[in-house]
């Protein structure tokens, strides 16, 4: 469906300048690679990059020639230098978290854009998982207009889930794939602050984000950490509410003064014609997307995250993109190419 000029991924570099084993040479003139004012100086930061880079690549590679591998890198770089030190909040669910192959894509990804100097923040739902685990305890899931029925007992588990499994099993995998992951919810230093929806009364503990302080994230950005954030919340009194994980990325995003807001969904974008997955609307301004809503052209699921995009980049974020998570290392396609892996959204 990409008719990209797309880094060959599947297919590219195991060595980089200044490992051991490497017999890749980085020209001179391309400095702007060293993250974090000097990566390949650094021995962490130098076997970050390198497993991330093992990481996203095909063992066959000892067949490319070296001068290939280096355009691969060369060809990235602009973006390497557009996005270095730049805030880029994902939002991470659908297809992406269900699949084990599309899970290690999107791991690989983060860490690489970490180790290249991105500041990565990482926010998780876990509907999937949720299901799963309620249906063992015998209770049965409710949803209304696809919003999650959170009553007290489920409340419980939406929070041993998301916080205590998901979000360590997801901060575990980071951390082997070489970067550093700090897991936290937004009930962890008053990060967000939770009021109950306008439906409450239908949908339980079921929240909206009244307010966000980021202060907790600054230092760990600012070292190049990732925190891996899990969309619970809990209000001024200490109760806890299910908080939708595209909203919260989006807040959070807008808090952080975010350069790219990313949700990862389980479809190509925001498409001209619903019944065309080829007619992918690749790049969109806020008119032209609120167009398409009034003409019916965005409907169902995708109207929550174009307003959560919208609301975003009204609050300063400078693009957002809605991009198909079923697409191996979707995230690089969308960071690394001029073509992307679906939607961007401009204010």
Excluded at 113 to 121: A, E, N, P, T, Y
Excluded at 266 to 284: F, H, M, T, Y
Excluded at 301 to 328: F, H, W, Y
Aim: proline content about 5%; hydrophobic content about 45%; glycine content about 10%.
């Amino acid at each position: 469906m990409l008719a990209a000029k797309t880094l060959p991924f599947s297919s590219p570099i195991t060595k980089v300048s200044n490992f051991p084993d490497s017999n890749l040479i980085f020209p001179k003139s391309v400095p702007a690679i060293k993250a974090n004012r000097n990566i390949l100086g650094n021995p962490f930061q130098a076997s970050c990059l390198k497993t991330a880079l093992e990481s996203v690549v095909a063992p066959d590679i000892q067949s490319f020639p070296a001068a290939t591998r280096v355009k691969i890198l060369s060809e990235a770089l602009p973006f390497i230098q557009k996005f270095r030190g730049k805030t880029i909040v994902v939002k991470y669910g659908g297809a992406a978290m269900k699949s084990e192959a599309l899970q290690a894509s999107v791991i690989a990804d983060l860490v690489l854009l970490s180790c290249v100097g991105m500041r990565i923040v990482f926010v998780h739902g876990g509907g999937p998982e949720i299901n799963q685990w309620l249906g063992k305890l015998g209770i049965k899931p409710n949803f209304l207009n696809g919003l999650r029925v959170t009553d007290a007992s489920t409340m419980e588990i939406v929070s041993m889930v998301l916080v205590g499994k998901v979000n360590k099993h997801l901060v575990s995998l980071i951390n082997k794939a070489g970067a550093t992951a700090v897991g936290l919810s937004g009930i962890d230093g008053h990060l967000l602050t939770a009021r109950p929806s306008p439906n409450s009364e239908q949908l339980g503990f079921v929240g909206d984000i009244a307010s966000v302080d980021p202060s907790v994230l600054r230092p760990l950005i600012d070292n190049y950490h990732i925190p891996v954030i899990a969309s619970v919340a809990a209000d001024k009194r200490g109760q806890s509410y299910n908080i939708n994980a595209d909203t919260a990325a989006g807040e959070l995003a807008a808090a952080l003064g975010a350069e790219k807001l990313i949700l990862l969904t389980d479809v190509a974008g925001i498409l001209e014609d619903r019944n065309d997955p080829g007619s992918l609307v690749k790049q969109i301004d806020i008119k032209g997307v609120k167009k398409m809503t009034d003409d019916g052209k965005v409907a169902g699921g995708m109207i929550p995250k174009v307003n959560c995009c919208v609301r975003s980049l009204a609050q300063g974020v400078r693009t957002a993109s809605i991009i198909d998570g079923r697409l191996e290392h979707s995230l690089l396609l969308e960071i690394l190419t001029d073509e992307g892996a679906g939607t961007m959204i401009t204010g």
